[in-house]
């Protein structure tokens, strides 16, 4: 069975630019995580989805940031516009309620903005 | 709120040394339990579970216990390889309406031949 698959896996872009990071969630799960990861802040919950609703969006620093999951099967994370202090490695996770609470990572989207 | 508090790094030992590496937590509920790893340049994988007291999860020889009177999930292997060298990260769910994954900070495990 295939895993969570996120693209692009690798993306450099210029501050100012809008990103869109995708994200296809493992078929059948009905809970959807976009987290981030650096050295200074470790791992970051950025929002959830439960059935394509989402639920908490605490954790999304700032108005550039946004999230939407227009169906179960395909999710994504744009920042517009984009500063280098949002170079990170970014996660989407999936999980299925049923299941034991167990969360599904991602490969990640390894963005860097100069 | 909840928390994971896991021990700091780096932790370096040599070949089929044993490993621990501390995590406790807190928890208002009856979460679940894990460890995930990161290898370099990868994502995070899951290692090994636990969803009740006193249950051991277990994989590739690592394993954990969970502890409910000391609020712990210390991981444990008795002979590590350089191909262990990873980032270890605790985490708890509480699951229910709130299902989403607590992380520790992660420690680093530097494996030498």
């Known amino acids: 069975d295939a895993g969570v698959i996120q693209s692009p896996r690798h993306e450099v872009t210029e501050m100012g630019q809008e990103v869109t990071l995708r994200c296809k969630p493992i078929s059948g799960h009905d809970y959807l995580f976009w987290y981030r990861q650096t050295m200074m802040r470790g791992l970051e919950l950025l929002i959830y989805f439960n059935n394509n609703v989402p639920i908490d969006d605490s954790g999304m620093p700032e108005d550039r940031f946004s999230a939407k999951m227009p169906n179960a099967s395909f999710s994504t994370l744009k920042i517009q516009p984009s500063e280098p202090r949002d170079s990170a490695v970014y996660f989407c996770a999936s999980s299925l309620a049923s299941s034991g609470n167990t969360i599904y990572f991602g490969e990640g989207s390894w963005l860097t903005v100069v | 709120g909840d928390s994971v508090t896991q021990m700091e790094g780096p932790v370096t030992l040599s070949e089929e040394a044993f490993l621990t590496i501390n995590c406790t937590y807190t928890?208002?509920?009856?979460?679940?339990l894990f460890w995930y790893v990161q290898y370099p340049g990868e994502g995070l994988q899951l290692l090994l579970k636990?969803?009740?007291?006193?249950d051991k999860g277990s994989n590739k020889g690592f394993e954990a216990t969970y502890r409910k009177e000391t609020t712990s999930f210390h991981l444990e292997k008795g002979s590590v390889q350089v191909s262990d060298s990873a980032v270890y990260f605790c985490?708890?769910?509480?699951?229910?309406?709130?299902?989403?994954?607590?992380f520790g900070t992660g420690t680093l495990l530097a494996v030498q031949p």
């Open positions: 985490a708890l769910n509480t699951g229910g309406a709130t299902n989403k994954l607590i």
């Open positions: 636990a969803t009740k007291a006193d």
């Open positions: 928890a208002t509920g009856y979460p679940s």
